[in-house]
């Protein structure tokens, strides 16, 4: 009985810090978006964004939504998101929204989204507020949802 003990608790060691990693990994990928990103709205001539936690708390349920399959990929309920959004931001004026789909790093997404003019569009918008949301499927497959805001102030 002690042995199986023993191999249950290595089991779990050894398993912990891999799923702590993930966790780690998907919030550094959304902070090197936004790095990335900004540093391409700085070299356009164009206001940098700031995190909003009220827009980082729904891009990351769309995500996951889209990652359980509970919705199709795609931006499904847009407009329920930025309605919630709206009623914790100060003067919100317009909003959207860039989503993608197994793409391996920041990098790779947001050139992704440079190269196609709808995502674009959104990227060169007149925002000032983001939030970022990147979460991983069963089988290790990334979903990323970036939304955008104009508005005065950020949450409330």
């Known amino acids: 009985m ?14 912990l810090p891999f799923s702590l990693q993930a966790a780690e990994s998907e919030a550094a990928i959304e902070q090197e978006i936004l790095l990335q990103i900004n540093h391409y709205r700085q ?8 995190m909003n936690p009220v827009m980082t708390r729904e891009a ?16 499904q309920y847009f407009s329920d998101r930025i309605k919630r959004i709206y009623k914790q931001v100060t003067l919100p004026m317009g909003g ?21 003019p709808g995502h674009k569009r959104n990227i060169d918008g007149k925002y000032n507020l983001t939030g970022i949301g990147v979460v991983r499927d069963k089988q290790g497959k990334l979903y990323y949802t970036q939304m955008f805001l104009r508005a005065d102030d950020q949450a409330k």
């Not at 070299?43 to 700031?50: I, K, P, S, V």
């Not at 990351?60 to 931006?75: E, T, V, W």
């Not at 929204?97 to 793409?103: H, I, K, L, P």
């Open 43 to 50: 070299a356009h001539g164009l206001g940098t964004l700031r």
């Open 2 to 15: 002690n042995l199986r003990c023993c191999v249950i608790l290595m089991i779990t060691f050894i398993t």
């Open 96 to 116: 959207a929204e860039n989503v993608a789909y197994n793409y391996k790093t920041a990098s790779i997404v947001v050139n992704g989204w440079l190269k196609s």
């Open 60 to 75: 990351r349920q769309h995500s996951l939504d889209m990652a359980n399959h509970k919705i199709p990929f795609g931006h």
